[in-house]
């Protein structure tokens, strides 16, 4: 390449979470000589995918195509053959997946990109193993035991034992042993165009320790890949509108919208849900402007299926039951964040809480507020900014005779939190505004817990539009700019308003394998 640059190399990627490094070490296999540059230093580094619990959402033909490639929790190989024979776990197949992105995204996720998801899942997740990740089932996150069976949920059944840490070194190990050149601290300040047209050629990074910026070419082209704008609350405020400046952020603070920056000045199209993001009930004592590199995912709050949320005037807001916690949980932190103060509490008995996940829930990882009495707890909750006592017992009141109602109208129905079991609140005799479809159980059994949550954040749904190849699209002829690609959570169009959990961890790797090879395939060309 030509002497204005500074550095040259076959292929240059824009951000280290999952879809980045996918990217870079993809295109290091197909033979591209590749530079990574990453905003954050080492010790901040990682993404979104630092903070994740790893889980990846594919198509698999039940467990026997999973077994062979399966970890134990330490490192291990393998599951034994008696805790094997102990496991129900469904097929999950492309029209299960397809179903799942429909019915959540209402039908708007853009069918191309659905069909490359969900036909380069299973694929996706065995390039991940084939390079040495350790995959595990996720029995604490998908799996209850149900008559002394594992009996798995979802569709989603893979994690990584060490989650998005672990993910995030596995990355690193790889794309050392593939030759890539990473630049940590380092941030993407503008592109290098061809003279005279928009096609992409190279990109000026600005480290920690230059005076000014340098030029790195890029003969094949450049791979965008640091995100969406989740960390800026400008933004948030003025994408998602007004009180989302207020929301916690569950991950990075260094995704601040420069992908779309970057992509504007070149004349990228953007595209999809710009006034939607995936959001969670989160703990309210989490930090708020970023994630915590010791706790990551487990300020997640995600058992409210087995109880009830109620809001500071002591009512509920949403049916808890609506669906399985993986297609519910990214948009409950909206409705949260929409309640006086954004903030809820989430309320137990003791048969709700012996379910709970000790890793989100347990003492030393959230404030847990706990009474023998309902009227004990309201009192707590009424010290932590519940305003009106009256009315939070009046409501689990009315939710307890519900349950009892729909119960002893339909006594075949069973309790079963591996499915949605249909125990409701929706009875004939009576039933309640908002109601709860499934896993609807009176909370009268002391000890009673709650647990105080907001939204957190983890990314936003609106970025550039891409093809099926990951080119990312001109705004003014609506064809690809050459020599740039997309992957991750600054792709645009496959997700609205909500998505299937483990969905976002598989994208980033099959758009960001797509993009990879394909910008080292034209840098043969160049």
Not at 125 to 150: E, I, K
Request: glycine share 12%; hydrophobic share 40%.
């Amino acid at each position: 390449m030509g002497s204005e640059f500074d550095e040259a190399y076959d292929v240059v990627v824009v951000g280290g979470g999952n879809a980045g490094f996918s990217a870079a070490i993809s295109a290091a296999q197909a033979g591209a000589r590749v530079c990574l540059v990453e905003k954050a230093p080492l010790s901040d580094a990682g993404g979104n995918t630092f903070y994740t619990a790893a889980a990846f959402r594919c198509c698999f033909d039940g467990l026997k195509d999973l077994l062979p490639y399966l970890y134990r929790s330490d490192g291990t190989r393998g599951l034994s053959q008696e805790l094997a024979d102990m496991i129900d776990m469904e097929p999950y197949t492309k029209e299960d997946f397809h179903a799942d992105i429909k019915r959540v995204t209402k039908g708007r996720a853009d069918p191309a990109l659905a069909n490359v998801l969900v036909d380069n899942s299973r694929e996706a997740v065995q390039w991940l193993m084939d390079n040495g990740a350790h995959f595990t089932l996720s029995f604490n996150r998908q799996a209850y035991v149900v008559n002394g069976r594992y009996k798995f949920w979802g569709g989603m059944v893979l994690t990584m034992a060490g989650q998005g840490k672990e993910l995030f070194e596995f990355h690193l190990k790889t794309a050392e042993r593939y030759g890539v050149k990473v630049y940590f601290h380092t941030a993407a300040v503008d592109f290098i165009t061809s003279h005279g047209s928009t096609e992409v050629v190279g990109v000026k990074v600005l480290g920690s320790q230059d005076s000014m910026p340098r030029n790195i070419g890029a003969s094949g082209g450049v791979v965008l890949a640091c995100g969406g704008f989740q960390a800026s609350p400008a933004l948030r405020a003025q994408y998602l509108g007004p009180g989302w400046d207020l929301a916690h952020v569950r991950g990075s603070k260094y995704n601040v919208g420069d992908g779309h920056r970057l992509a504007r000045k070149v004349g990228a199209r953007f595209e999809g849900n710009y006034s939607g993001c995936h959001s969670v009930a989160w703990d309210s004592n989490s930090p708020r402007a970023c994630g915590n590199r010791e706790m990551t995912n487990q300020y997640t709050k995600s058992g409210y299926p087995l109880g009830i949320m109620v809001n500071i005037n002591g009512r509920r807001f949403v049916d808890e039951g609506l669906d399985l916690r993986n297609f519910t949980y990214a948009v409950f932190g909206k409705e949260i964040l929409k309640q006086p103060q954004g903030v809820a509490f989430q309320v137990w008995d003791s048969d709700g809480s012996k379910l709970l996940r000790k890793e989100e829930y347990g003492d030393e990882v959230t404030t847990n507020l706990r009474a023998d009495s309902l009227d004990q707890l309201a009192d707590i909750l009424v010290t932590k900014g519940l305003q009106n006592k009256k009315q939070f017992l009046q409501t689990v009141a009315e939710f307890n005779e519900a349950c009892k109602r729909f119960q002893k109208e339909n006594k075949q129905t069973h309790f079963d939190p591996s499915i949605k079991d249909g125990m409701s609140t929706q009875g004939t005799a009576r039933s309640l505004d908002i109601g709860k479809t499934n896993w609807a159980l009176p909370i009268e059994k002391g000890p009673f817990q709650a647990v105080e949550v907001t939204c957190g954040i983890t990314f936003t749904f609106g970025g550039l539009a891409v093809t099926p190849a990951a080119e990312v699209l001109s705004d003014e002829t609506f064809r690809k700019i050459d020599g740039l690609w997309c992957a991750g959570e600054l792709l645009g169009g496959l997700f609205w308003d909500n998505y299937p959990g483990g969905s976002g961890l598989t994208m980033g790797t099959v758009m960001g394998r797509i993009a990879g090879r394909e910008a080292a395939r034209r840098a043969v060309f160049q």
